[in-house]
């Protein structure tokens, strides 16, 4: 069982910055993929980036490439979403996703159904 706790969301103008972070629970948070989601008003939740277990590699979705980068610790057992260029179209709640996942090699998760454990989401809001 892993519990997610997402922090650092906030209203920003923009163009400008924000860091937020996601603090888990349990042993196993190196056993797991970590992924951020966000769901905007009115629309479905839609991927935004993901990193692996050992945090060797990242996936973004195209909206963000470029202007977010994600990050995990596994020491602290934490995953943070760099959020810089921020646009009025990035407002939404964002979601921190937890996917176990056993054996070795990797594989990006870029769809909601397969992740275990979700977060309760934190606000974000861009303005013009």
């Known amino acids: 069982q892993v519990q997610l706790a997402e922090s650092g969301g906030g209203l920003v103008q923009a163009g400008g910055s924000l860091r937020l972070s996601c603090a888990a629970s349990?042993?196993?948070?190196?056993?797991?993929?970590m992924g951020w989601f966000r769901q905007a008003p009115g629309k479905e939740r839609e991927f935004v980036a993901t990193?692996?277990?050992?945090?060797?590699?990242?996936y973004y979705a195209d909206s963000v490439k470029g202007r977010f980068t994600i990050s995990r610790d596994n020491g602290k057992n934490t995953v943070d979403l760099q959020m810089t260029s921020l646009k009025p179209e990035d407002t939404a709640v964002y979601y921190c996703?937890?996917?176990?996942?056993?054996?070795?090699?990797?594989?990006?998760?870029?769809?909601?159904?397969?992740?275990?454990?979700w977060g309760q989401g934190t606000p974000v809001t861009v303005s013009s």
């Open positions: 996703a937890a996917k176990y996942r056993q054996g070795s090699g990797e594989i990006f998760y870029d769809l909601a159904r397969n992740y275990d454990y």
């Open positions: 349990g042993r196993t948070f190196s056993s797991h993929a």
């Open positions: 990193i692996t277990r050992s945090g060797s590699s990242t």
